[in-house]
């Protein structure tokens, strides 16, 4: 089927999705690349804004809205892939996925609801396999680094005859706040927990997203507390982003045929540093997480709601620039033999950073030559080689062994 673009960004008026826009506009409409792109929302008046924004009249601008299952028929029987910033997905994204799904497009998203991914994957996993659709969840900071991360691991201890028996991220440096979209859809898979117990153990279970009868294993829950690390030999914190990874990466394992092998486990914390200060460094950084994970309505939540940034804002451009991330792998194969890989990225995760991961997730869905798996899938199962190369070339991420 013939398609009038190769992508179509869905919330390209929000702050994210105006980042995507930008991105795109600088790094393939002015050099001249070829690449057939459009914006799309509900509100004309903003997404004529995002035009007038590049001086450039040529973007063609779609309507359509979340609920209105007809308009957006129309926009996916119109580009390859979509490319959508629009969250909470539980609230936003479930008739998009539908319809991708039945137009054949592909789709790519910022989502880190796992309780609204699983559903995506027990609804809509074998009509995308059917209809030959890629859904790809997680394509910013959470969870590329870490998927990309534990594949590029594996494809290099491959190159040495090595296999991976376990691995333990731990983020040892990080600039950059919560976005407000994040924590909105934090917000939102919270107050479904509160709500529903059958969430709360989707939640909770670390195979969650695993397929059907491969819902279980050797990795224990996500940590929730402050602990000393004999990985990192320093005292590590609850990462926030975990609860989400955790659960892609053994996702891509079981889906791949268990690629990392059927006894790989792995884990995700913050590091602190050591002693007595390490120590308290590390009951700090988890002060955010207290109020996060607070009860709706509760006080702190009260508090967390008016001290956290709100959607549709961000840092400024000067902030998103002096951010990064550095990300460390600690590995061990099935030999026992430790070594070191890193993540790292050039910009802020929230903002920067995952606005150029999601505008290159869906070029690498549109123009490459990918391996034919489809179905609600990963980024390195969807993506794999091709995406790892665009992330290192144009997204501002290296990979590295040590």
Known sequence: MDKKYDIVVWGASGFTGRLVCEYLFKNYTLKGRDLKWAIAG???VKLEGIRKKFANDTIPIIIANSNDIDSLNEL????????????????????????????KSHYCDLAGEVQWIHKMIQENHESAKTNKVKIVNCCGFDSIPSDMGVYFIYKELKKIKQSIKS??????????????????????????????????????????????????????????????????????????????????????????????GEEFRYSEATTSGKGIKGKVRGYLNSLPLIFVAAKPKSILKKIANKILPKPGHGPSKKDRESGYYNLKFYIKTNDNKE????????????????????????????????KESYGVLTPSTSMGESLLKRLKENAGLSFKLE
């Open 42 to 44: 509900r509100n004309f």
């Open 76 to 103: 996916t029987k119109s580009t390859k892939v979509v490319c959508t910033t629009v969250g909470p997905y539980a609230k936003y994204g479930s008739k998009l996925v539908q319809a991708c799904i039945e137009n």
């Open 167 to 260: 691995i333990d991220m731990r983020v040892a440096g990080v600039k950059g706040g919560i976005s407000g979209g994040t924590y909105a859809s934090l917000n939102n898979v919270i107050k479904e927990s509160y709500e529903d117990k059958e969430i709360y153990k989707i939640l909770s279970n670390p195979y969650s997203l695993n397929p059907n009868g491969y819902q279980q294993g050797n990795d224990r829950k996500d940590l929730r507390k402050v602990i000393y690390d004999k990985v990192s030999k320093k005292w590590i914190s609850p990462f926030i982003m975990a609860s989400i990874n955790t659960k892609i990466v053994r996702r891509s394992n079981a889906i791949s045929g268990f690629l990392y």
């Open 339 to 370: 070594i070191i890989a890193r993540v790292i990225g050039d910009m802020d995760p929230g903002y920067g950073s995952t606005s150029k991961m999601l505008a290159e997730s869906a070029i690498c869905l549109a123009k490459d030559d990918l």
